[in-house]
């Protein structure tokens, strides 16, 4: 489930497409391009991804283009047609900068999927994307459904640039994060490191999965290979699997150092796939040195906040929400709600804060405004900055593993929108929203001298076991939180 990749660049990356074939045709590209520089920003530039999990997506896995010349995106991915799978141009349309670093994007697309793409009246709005030009984009994509239901549904996206297969002759560390999965409640991966290395077109990924606060979870060594296919140069997993229904992954290694896999739930079976989870990873190379994390919190951030068990009880889908980072910290007015919210349930009314955050944290959270029944996720900075209720916490970074951070905790405040609507976070036996803190894992990489952040929370284990909805359930309450630093 990911996206793309290739823009036309200089003849090296050219090279590159004789490796390519029509349709879903695949060659073995055993052949590893020498990297190429990432193209400036008034280039087309060429992403492979696709949709998290999302109830009422239609997005498919595929191929993302940002022509930054004309300031235009377009979506192309493989359909099941009468005439079999054939490429199509699913989505297109229009993005421009905001003040505050985000892209805004204006959508054109096939209701129902693979129909002819036309415009919208007006465009669609409300889709956001955050770029590292040549190395990869998060981004949240709308669509109506099949049916054109009158409220867009999110369907948010990781996407990093493939520009050529993997060339590692000594094993190269990755760090990852695991997708949350509103359908995904059992015990698996939270995150994990991952060696890889390749011989040839093989791609051997060895992986030690873990689970948050638990010990390690069983390792596994699977060998992949990479193929350079519509999409571009993609290791798939089972090893020659490209087009074939037993597919489990598609994994995208960018020269850049990010890492994106789609996960094929439908071919699974019970198989963890190839980094343990059983769901998509987003990733990012291990460091050569332990990370300065008092640089990493006083920088700034734009991203996404995820979670998938978000009830839709608005206008506007609140699964997945553009939001920031490091504009605010703990002393900041704007968060001062949050933080009375925290000391009061921390040792004292529902006891749902186990302890305040550290040194070592973030301090932001959603662009969302709600007027009447209306609610409106908006970075552009028109309805005012970004909401302070969230708290990322880092903690400790492991001593093994550079930039990985293996006992973060996510705060909430009361102040932050209920998770679900039809499963509050409410005090016991009240309707009061109470803010919470519970375990999670984080992974911070650069990439093009840029940080990146990447947080899980567990899906198996809840939030914490001391929080409950107003009939004393436990709710699972997974989320993910992805960051990339601003230049400006």
């Known amino acids: ?102 892209l805004s994007i204006t959508e054109n697309f096939a209701t129902p999927l693979g129909g002819v793409i036309s415009p919208q009246n007006p465009a669609l709005t409300g889709a956001w994307a955050v770029e590292i030009p040549g190395a990869g984009v998060l981004a949240n994509f709308l669509n109506k459904g099949s049916a054109g239901g009158a409220r867009p549904s999110a369907a948010p996206v990781a996407m990093a640039e493939d520009a050529a297969c993997p060339n590692f002759q000594h094993s190269a560390p990755f760090l990852y994060v695991t997708v949350p999965n509103a359908a995904v409640t059992s015990n698996s991966a939270d995150y994990g490191v991952v060696g890889i290395t390749t011989q040839g077109s093989a791609v051997t990924l060895g992986a030690q999965p873990y689970s948050i606060g638990l010990p390690a979870l069983t390792a596994s060594t699977v060998t992949g290979g990479c193929s350079d296919v519509f999409y571009g140069p993609l290791t798939a997993y089972p090893l020659n699997s490209f087009g074939t229904t037993g597919n489990l992954e598609l994994i995208a290694i960018g020269d850049s150092g990010l890492l994106v896999s789609s996960f094929v739930s439908s071919g699974s079976g019970a198989s963890p796939g190839a980094f343990g989870g059983g769901t998509g990873v987003i990733g990012t190379a291990g460091l050569s040195s332990p990370v300065d994390v008092g640089a990493v919190v006083s920088g700034k951030y734009n991203g996404f906040i995820y979670a998938p068990q978000n009830a839709v009880s608005a206008s506007y889908d609140i699964t997945d929400l553009a939001s920031a980072f490091g504009d605010n910290t703990a002393g900041s007015q704007a968060c001062s709600t949050l933080q009375s919210s925290l000391a009061a349930n921390n040792g004292q009314g529902a006891k749902t804060v186990a302890a305040l955050p550290s040194a070592n944290s973030l301090y932001g959270g959603e662009f969302l405004t709600t007027t009447g029944s209306v609610t409106v996720n908006d970075p552009t900075g028109a309805n005012g900055s970004e909401n302070c209720d969230v708290v990322i916490d880092l903690g400790i970074e492991d001593s093994a593993n550079n930039g990985l951070f293996p006992n973060a905790t996510v705060f909430i405040g009361s102040n932050y929108p209920p998770f679900s609507a039809a499963n509050p976070w409410n005090c016991f036996g009240t309707t009061q929203v109470c803010a919470v803190s519970f375990p999670a894992a984080a992974v ?17 284990s809840n939030p914490a076991a001391q929080l409950p909805n107003s009939q004393g359930n436990a709710v699972a309450q997974p989320v993910g939180i992805y960051l990339f630093q601003k230049t400006q």
Do not use: W
Not at 20 to 46: D, E, H, K
Not at 444 to 460: D, H, L, P, R
């Open 1 to 102: 489930m990911r996206e793309g990749r290739r823009a036309l660049k200089n003849l090296s990356s050219m090279l590159l497409v004789l490796c390519a074939v029509m349709a879903l045709g695949f060659v073995g590209c055993g052949v590893t391009a020498t990297p190429v520089t990432p193209p400036a920003a008034n280039q087309v530039n060429s992403y492979f991804g696709s949709p998290f999990s999302v109830t009422g997506s239609d997005l498919p896995t595929s191929v993302s283009k940002f022509d930054h010349s004309v300031s235009q995106i377009s979506v192309t991915a493989f359909i099941t047609t009468t005439a079999g799978r054939v490429p199509a141009e699913i989505l297109n349309g229009t993005f421009g900068p905001s003040p505050t670093g985000f």
């Open 444 to 460: 911070v990489g650069k990439v093009q001298g840029q940080y990146v952040i990447f947080v899980v929370t567990s899906a198996a």
